[in-house]
C-alpha cells in the first residue's frame, strides 16, 4: 500500500511539473479576437481579402492567430477641404477621384498620392463649397497594390 502511495505522489508531481508550463501559456491571441466584437468584424477581412459573415466567424480566425486585414475607408471633412483615407496599403499609391456636382456646374478632379506605413493618407486644397448651393461630392479611392477601391457619397451644405 505504501509503494503504491509513493508511485501516486511521485505520479502527481511530475503531472504538476509537466503542467505548469500549459497552465502559463499565453491565452490565445484574445487581443486580435476582441477586434470583431460589437460589429468590429465589418471593419475587417481575413489576409485573402475575404469579408466575415459575422462576427464569430471572424473572432475564431483571429483567435486562431489569422491576420485581420482591416477594410479601406474615406472621409471628407469639408470645412477642412480634406480627404482622408485608412486601411490601405502601406505605403503604395492610391489613384483618387473627386467628382463635385452643384446646381451651375461641377468640377473632377483625379490625382495619385502615397499611403504612409500604416495605410493612411490625407489629401488637401479642396473648396467643397465653390458656390453656396449644396454641393454633392463623390470620392472614389483605388489601391494600385490591390485594386480595392472604395467610395464615398455626401452632399455638403454649403448654404
Do not use: H, W
Not at 454641393?135 to 489601391?143: E, G, L, M, P, Q
Request: glycine share 12%; hydrophobic share 40%.
Amino acid at each position: 500500500m505504501r509503494r503504491v502511495m509513493l508511485m501516486l505522489s511521485a505520479l502527481a508531481m511530475v503531472v504538476g511539473v509537466l503542467a505548469a508550463p500549459v497552465a502559463a501559456a499565453p491565452g490565445g491571441n484574445a487581443a486580435n479576437a476582441a477586434k470583431c466584437e460589437e460589429g468590429g468584424y465589418l471593419d475587417y477581412t481575413d489576409a485573402q481579402g475575404n469579408p466575415f459573415k459575422n462576427e464569430g466567424q471572424c473572432t475564431s480566425y483571429a483567435a486562431r492567430g489569422g491576420q485581420l486585414v482591416p477594410v479601406p475607408d474615406i472621409s471628407l471633412d469639408p470645412a477642412a477641404g480634406t480627404i482622408s483615407g485608412t486601411g490601405f496599403t502601406p505605403n503604395s499609391t492610391v489613384f483618387l477621384v473627386v467628382n463635385m456636382s452643384f446646381p451651375n456646374g461641377g468640377t473632377a478632379s483625379r490625382g495619385s498620392l502615397s499611403t504612409d506605413e500604416t495605410g493612411a493618407f490625407v489629401a488637401s486644397g479642396f473648396n467643397f463649397c465653390p458656390t453656396t448651393s449644396d454641393t454633392s461630392v463623390n470620392v472614389t479611392a483605388t489601391d494600385q497594390s490591390t485594386g480595392v477601391r472604395v467610395s464615398e457619397f455626401t452632399v455638403v451644405d454649403c448654404g
